[in-house]
Nanobody
Framework: QVQLVESGGGLVQAGGSLRLSCAASERTGSAYLIGWFRQAPGKEREFVAASTWTASTYYYADSVKGRFTISGDGNAVYLQMDTLKPEDTAVYYC????????????????WGQGTQVTVSS
């Protein structure tokens, strides 16, 4: 089973930027979608964005459109996060899409361990 590893989290002030990376232990098919989700304390894990490994197809949650950009180079999927807000504070996870709606976490598997993003006001 493919294993995903996230990196790039950290502490940033509101208005700042971070770039997250999601790398796989082995290649999946190029058509596979990789999703980014986030979970804040006491909240459900929610969809953020998803794309293929080369970002030929991509999706965004309304809450991050215009601020976050998903990209890929065939080896990793990246989430560029700009104009960060305190409400973006969460643990960010990537996972492999298994079919069905990309907006539902139940349709994803092979979750990474997550990376913490903290945005201070």
């Amino acid at each position: 089973q493919v294993q995903l590893v996230e990196s790039g989290g950290g502490l940033v002030q509101a208005g700042g930027s971070l770039r997250l990376s999601c790398a796989a232990s082995e290649r999946t098919g190029s058509a596979y979608l990789i999703g980014w989700f986030r979970q804040a304390p006491g909240k459900e894990r929610e969809f953020v964005a998803a794309s293929t490994w080369t970002a030929s197809t991509y999706y965004y949650a309304d809450s991050v459109k215009g601020r976050f950009t998903i990209s890929g180079d065939g080896n990793a999927v990246y989430l560029q996060m700009d104009t960060l807000k305190p409400e973006d504070t969460a643990v960010y996870y990537c996972a492999v899409h298994n079919g069905g709606s990309v907006y539902e976490r139940e349709n994803f598997g092979s979750w990474g361990q997550g990376t913490q993003v903290t945005v201070s006001s």
